[in-house]
């Protein structure tokens, strides 16, 4: 039998004008693809580049929001996206 496991939404990073959903542990986080790209260069450089077919990181979504997941905890994440977001005047 296959365990099942429950994804959360996080409540402070779900933007519903977000274009991009990141995954860590259970917890999904719908951001601005444009916050990324300007405040980071991992980020630059992994989303700048088209996705293969041996990507495994990006696994579903729509075109407009791919989920992207990382292999990070969520609380590291989140803590990522409150620095990114807070400079830029975002609660």
Known sequence: MD???SV????SFWYDDGDLVLQAETTQ????RFMLIRESEFFKAMLS???TDGD???VEGTESAPLLVLD??????AGL?????LRWGEN
């Open 3 to 5: 365990s099942e496991f």
């Open 8 to 11: 959360a939404q996080d409540e």
């Open 29 to 32: 986080f719908k951001v601005h």
């Open 49 to 51: 580049l088209p996705a």
């Open 56 to 58: 495994k990181a990006i």
């Open 72 to 77: 990070v905890t969520a609380s590291s994440l």
């Open 81 to 85: 996206l409150r620095l990114i977001y």
